[in-house]
């Protein structure tokens, strides 16, 4: 096909019809509200049967004995709290929910189509600005025409090339049609994806760092979280209500209202961010952990922030973008690395009857939002 030579491209016709649900006992939009919560549970169970068979102990963080010696919950109080966070989550997410029709279809070729004619309309300015930096954009056209004829028709806007029996105002281009679908099809979700990603990120880091710069806020609310000095899978949203609430449910919410996530969209987001939250808090450092290998942010990253001496650094949850830019990354591996052996020193000397190691404890230190 010649994708330079010019087609009529009549306005399609579309009718909008429901969308047929994934599973046929269970609405899209519903299904996107329960899964991460089952994926949660998928994943915590997966890593307890790691922690309760003592698998893969050479990739564990802490040694699983410390987990009693410092951890300030029981796993019975730790779960009742994790099985009301989700609860909470359902309830707000069928509530917001109530009315909503199902995801209507139909419209894609009509949607393609404006977004081709936008395209066409974008494509003639080209030559306008290629002219403004002082170059011939319909002779630059006719060079590169042997090599790439879209791309020549490109560069050439609306203009009449040689071999052309058309002028381009007679419709679209096969290639205003193959940009429209890139963009509808590809573009279009990568930012909607990437604005639901800023949103939360931005959100939990800044309302997260806020609990520990005011100290009310700490002691109220986010104090709880921290009596997991040494997290598991399942305790990844162990906290207060009102932390649940406004810092955890709330960014969902804000990005589902900037990114206009569709409920197919949200399972895949909301369960990613699930497995993503379950990563950080597993205790585990496997050598091909994705989310590390992304962006740097895995389970050492969060870890560190939950020791008493890295209270004030690595806030973020998703990427390390805000803790990169504001300074609040932690960046002395070598010192962590003697901090995690002297932490680990100090529990066997406490275990052994020793006494404290020093007049300030590291549990104080944890539930006041001090660093040792």
């Avoid at 410092?70 to 989700?86: A, Q």
């Avoid at 029996?165 to 096969?174: E, V």
Wanted: aromatic letters at 10%; glycine letters at 8%.
């Amino acid at each position: 096909m010649n994708t330079s030579s010019a087609t009529t491209s009549p306005i399609p016709s579309c009718t909008l019809y429901p969308q047929p649900h994934l599973l046929p006992f269970v609405s899209d939009t519903h299904l996107s509200i329960v899964l991460p919560t089952v994926v949660y549970i998928i994943s915590s169970a997966f890593f307890h049967l790691l922690d309760t068979h003592h698998l893969f102990n050479s990739y564990r963080i802490h040694p699983s004995e410390d987990e009693l010696k410092r951890n300030h919950v029981t796993r019975w109080d730790c779960l009742t709290t994790v099985l009301r966070y989700h609860l909470m989550q359902i309830a707000i997410g069928l509530a917001l929910s109530w009315g909503d029709g199902p995801t209507m279809i139909g419209d894609e070729a009509c949607r393609i189509h404006d977004w081709a004619v936008r395209v066409r309309q974008a494509r003639a300015l080209i030559p306008t600005a290629l002219a403004a930096l002082g170059i011939d954009a319909k002779g630059l056209a006719v060079a590169v025409k042997g090599t790439s004829q879209g791309l020549a028709q490109i560069i050439a806007g609306e203009a009449h090339l040689p071999g052309q029996d058309t002028l381009q105002d007679a419709g679209m281009t096969p290639i205003d049609t193959l940009l429209a679908k890139i963009i509808f099809h590809i573009a279009i979700p990568a930012l909607q994806y990437l604005t639901a990603l800023a949103v939360v990120d931005t959100w939990i880091y800044f309302t997260h760092r806020l609990c520990h710069i005011n100290q009310t806020l700490y002691r109220i609310i986010h104090a709880q979280h921290h009596r997991l000095y040494i997290s598991y899978a399942y305790g990844a949203v162990y906290g207060h209500p009102l932390e649940s609430l406004f810092l955890d449910i709330l960014s969902f919410l804000l990005a589902q209202l900037f990114s206009h996530l569709t409920p197919r969209q949200s399972m895949l987001f909301g369960s990613l961010a699930v497995i993503k939250t379950i990563s950080d808090h597993c205790g585990y450092v496997f050598p091909y952990d994705p989310f590390r290998l992304v962006n740097g942010n895995g389970a050492r990253f969060h870890d560190l922030h939950h020791q008493s001496w890295g209270l004030k650094s690595n806030f973020s949850t998703y990427t390390r973008f805000w803790d990169s830019v504001l300074g609040t990354e932690w960046r002395d591996e070598g010192g962590a690395e003697r901090r995690y052996r002297r932490v680990r020193e100090a529990v066997g000397r406490k275990e052994g009857g020793e006494g404290p190691v020093s007049s300030r404890s590291m549990e104080g230190a944890v539930a006041e939002g001090k660093e040792l």
